[in-house]
T-cell receptor, first 111, second 114 residues
Framework: EDQVTQSPEALRLQEGESSSLNCSYTVSGLRGLFWYRQDPGKGPEFLFTLYSAGEEKEKERLKATLTKKESFLHITAPKPEDSATYLCAVQARGGAQKLVFGQGTRLTINP | ETGVTQSPTHLIKTRGQQVTLRCSSQSGHNTVSWYQQALGQGPQFIFQYYREEENGRGNFPPRFSGLQFPNYSSELNVNALELDDSALYLC?????????????FGPGTRLTVT
């Protein structure tokens, strides 16, 4: 069964303090790994898709990396507006293109 | 380009009642997926529709059913509501084209069952 585990569950940083969020996964043939940002009471907002080990993608202060067992979301010099829950999801090859999500990491950036 | 929209925003129902939630896909997308998100949890896959047919289903009972229309909009129907059905229901649209299709989510419908 495909599974995603995110750590830590919650993370509190000071503005400008860089850190990383972890996403460990097991999947029967990876089609893609996705990162989303979710603000309270809203739908997830797409950030990145990673397809194969060694791939990296960047957007503003965020950088996502992928290995065969885990993905990291690196946040460099975060600002208070980066506060949100970050969700990781995998999509397996074959069948429906369903997403299997982790429980998320709740990130708070204090000014 | 119009994003994914969902209606209603909030809904309060009584246990045993039936509910219909609606979703309009992003322009150009041919697939819609529905997810249930309990408070503090990640979204759970309910089912997916592609070209008006169910294309996969998660671990949800048959009282959860859906439809996709020719314009790719969709409905989620839940019969015999239970208290545990209280959650944020998310619709996501995507373009199935062989590779990993990014799914774009709507704002969700918050369902409360009392």
């Amino acid at each position: 069964e495909d599974q995603v585990t995110q750590s830590p569950e919650a993370l509190r940083l000071q503005e400008g303090e860089s850190s990383s969020l972890n996403c460990s996964y097991t999947v029967s043939g990876l089609r893609g790994l996705f990162w989303y940002r979710q603000d309270p009471g809203k739908g997830p907002e797409f950030l990145f898709t990673l397809y194969s080990a060694g791939e990296e993608k960047e957007k503003e202060r965020l950088k996502a990396t992928l290995t065969k067992k885990e993905s990291f979301l690196h946040i460099t010099a975060p600002k208070p507006e980066d506060s949100a829950t970050y969700l990781c999801a995998v999509q397996a090859r074959g069948g429906a293109q369903k997403l299997v999500f982790g429980q998320g990491t709740r990130l708070t950036i204090n000014p | 380009e119009t994003g994914v929209t969902q209606s209603p925003t909030h809904l309060i129902k009584t246990r045993g009642q039936q509910v219909t939630l609606r979703c309009s896909s992003q322009s150009g997308h041919n697939t819609v997926s529905w997810y249930q998100q309990a408070l503090g949890q990640g979204p759970q896959f309910i089912f997916q529709y592609y070209r008006e047919e169910e294309n996969g289903r998660g671990n949800f009972p048959p009282r959860f059913s859906g439809l996709q229309f020719p314009n790719y909009s969709s409905e989620l129907n839940v019969n015999a509501l239970e208290l545990d059905d209280s959650a944020l229901y998310l619709c996501a649209s995507s373009l199935v084209s062989g590779g990993a299709g990014e799914q774009y989510f709507g704002p969700g419908t918050r369902l409360t069952v009392t």
